[in-house]
Every structure is written in C-alpha cells, then in structure tokens.
C-alpha cells in the first residue's frame, strides 16, 4: 500500500534558491510543453503524447535553454507528465482546457521519483536527502519502514517548506468488530453519531477564525503591494494554515476513532458544488471539515475492509421517527432541537434522531 509521510523541511539559503529555480524550471517546461502542443494540434491537428513532449523538452528545450539542465530532471518529467494528466482530464472529464501556470501562483511544488538512494531520511539527524539539494535540515515527527518511491516538495503561501515522501508500506488492517453507526452532520456540534456520541469544533479553531475575519478586514485596508499589505498578506495565509491543520489533526483523530469502533460507517453525501456556494465563513469551514471528514473516512475504511456507505442527502432523516417512522414536518424547522413523537411518544434529540435514520437508510442501501 501507498502511504505518503509529510515533513516540514528549513532549507539554507542555498537550498532556498535551488528550491524556487526548480519551481520556476518546472512551470516553464509545464507551459512550454503545453505551448508545443496546443500549436501542433491548432496548425496541423496532431495529436502529441506525452512521451514526445518529454522528448521535446529533452531535445530542443534543455538545448535553448541551458539552465533547465540545472535542476532535477525528474521534477521536469513529473511536470509533464501534470501537464499531460490536466490536458487528459479536459478531453476525458469535460474539464477546463489546462491553463498557464503563473509566476504569482502562490502554491508552489515539485515531484522528483527514487532512484539509486537519491531520497534518504535521516530519522536520527533529521535530515532529508534530495536530488540536487543534499541534505536539506527537517522536523521528522514520526519514522517509516518501506520502499520510498517519490517525494514532493511544496512551499505555501506563508513561505514554508515541506516534503511528502510517498512509501510502498506493508499496512495491518484492524481486526473485524460488529458495531454500525450513522454520522450527521451536526448545526451546533460538528458531527454526532447514532449511539449518541457528539463531536465538537476544537475551541482554538473558532480564536483562529476571530483571527482570521480581523486580519481580513485589515488586509482590504492597505495599499495593495505596499509592504503592509504583504506583511499582512502573509499573516492571513499562517491564519488559514494553522486552521487547516488543527483541523486536520482533529478529522485524523475522529475518523481513526470511527473506524477502530465500528465495521459498518454511515453517513449523508453532501455536494461539494452546494457547498463551495455558501459565503458564510463558519459555515464553510464546517462544509470543508466535513468533505474532509468523509474523504478520510473513505480511504481509512478501504484499508481496514470496513464498509462506509454515503447515502442521498435528500433523504429527510431529521424529520422521521427513528423509533416508529412517523414523518413529523415540525421539525423542518431548525430551532426545534428536541422533540415529542406524536405517534409513539418518544423523546427525540434532533441530531441523534437524524444519525440514527442516516444508519438504518445506509443498511437498508447495501442488504
Ligand atoms: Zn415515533
């Protein structure tokens, strides 16, 4: 199995503009390539794969331009070989036809694959070996054993750096347990699940957001590209950094929990589309947490052999009586957080109720 392992890594000065030359090499080559073939389709409607691009690159490219053979030549291959993966989605997934990569594109990174021990982890020295760079100084948080078959490195709009070491893992799935339990998607708690278990947003995540809408205000009062507005500029992207990974670490700690107890996972299939829609902040920072939620409940399910079943989002699962079935609209409204069936008289927590309908649809979906 393919596991990825990401470090943050403090490259010198040197390192640094080894670094922004690959990134800048790698999105010259990406539009180059994109260029050439754009031309060769427009003028004589050729069709060119993306081995003859890389040829292109190799043959005239690194000719024309000398420095390209300066920089790991595998980062070059891999942006390509991106080009050629977008240039497929476009005729494939009806996508966007692929754009120029800009210089102000401030998301920055580079893949470069194993060969001959050019990537090494020093786990005791804290150091990562990378082509072209040496030893590059690294926070290394936790040890792996495998076979490293890539790594890509990536500086973020804050400035920092990391590397992502993809492994060939062997992986010991968790052994098989009986419970089943349906997940909603929660207005006051984040998620709740049917047997009652309510999950919150962490607290520091709601300072950071404070934060975040504070530094947002004083970003659209500055003179744009004077040095307050990036200084600024910075601190709001560090702001949407430490956001992201808080929340990331709690989604980590919530779905590991989920799998570990449960065979069988439930929960609604909520459209990203619908979402990305709404402008409130709060809101949509659930709406992310969520999304990432389900995706990581996806994957982790895959490797356990657990069973994770999404089921239609239009299904009123706050509405019915989990206990008799009786269709209540009352409780459309959202205020209503606990309810009276008026049919077999039991008590309803609205959260709860709807996990538990969200369960017994989702075993109904896969009998
Ligand atoms: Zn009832």
Redesign the pocket.
């Known amino acids: 199995m393919l596991k990825a392992y990401k470090y943050r890594i403090y490259p010198n000065k040197e390192q640094e503009l080894q670094l922004a030359k690959t990134f800048g090499c790698c999105r010259f080559v990406y539009n180059q390539t994109l260029a050439y073939r754009k031309t060769a389709y427009e003028k004589e409607k050729k069709s060119i794969s993306k081995t003859d691009c890389n040829n292109y690159c190799n043959r005239e490219l690194k000719k024309e331009y000398q420095w390209l053979k300066e920089v790991d030549k595998f980062a070059l291959t891999n942006a390509i070989y991106n080009m050629d993966s977008a240039y497929q989605k476009f005729f494939k997934e009806n996508a966007s036809y692929p754009k120029f990569k800009s210089k102000y594109d401030n998301h920055k990174s580079y893949t470069t694959n194993f060969t001959n021990g050019n990537i090494a982890l020093d786990f005791c020295n804290e150091k990562i070996k990378l082509p072209k760079l040496k030893e590059i100084k690294a926070k290394i948080h936790r040890n792996f054993t495998g076979q490293i078959k890539s790594a890509t490195v990536s500086q973020v709009p804050s400035g920092k750096y990391y590397v992502s070491i993809l492994v060939e893992t062997e992986y010991i799935k968790k052994p098989d347990v009986t419970s089943k339990v349906g997940l909603d998607l929660g207005i006051k708690d984040l998620y709740i699940t049917s047997d009652g278990k309510k999950y919150e947003n962490p607290k520091v995540i709601k300072k950071y957001e404070r934060k975040l809408i504070k530094l947002q205000r004083q970003l659209s009062h500055k003179e744009k590209g004077s040095n307050n507005y990036q200084k600024k500029r910075k601190q709001l992207a560090l702001c949407h950094e430490k956001i992201a990974n808080t929340r990331k670490d709690y989604l980590h700690k919530i779905s590991s929990e989920i799998i570990n107890e449960n065979q069988v996972i439930v929960s609604e299939n909520l459209q990203i589309k619908n979402m990305v829609k709404n402008h409130n902040l709060a809101k949509s920072i659930t709406d992310v947490s969520w999304y990432e939620l389900t995706r990581q409940l996806e994957y982790k399910a895959k490797w356990n052999g657990r069973i994770y079943v999404k089921i239609d989002s239009f299904y009123a699962s706050s509405q019915l009586?989990?206990?008799?079935?009786?269709q209540?609209k009352e409780t459309k409204d959202l205020s209503v957080r606990q309810w009276k069936?008026?049919?077999?008289?039991?008590i309803?927590d609205r959260d709860i109720n709807a996990a538990k309908n969200i369960l017994t649809q989702g075993l109904k979906q896969i009998a």
């Open positions: 009586c989990s206990s008799c079935g009786y209540n069936c008026p049919k077999c008289k039991e309803h």
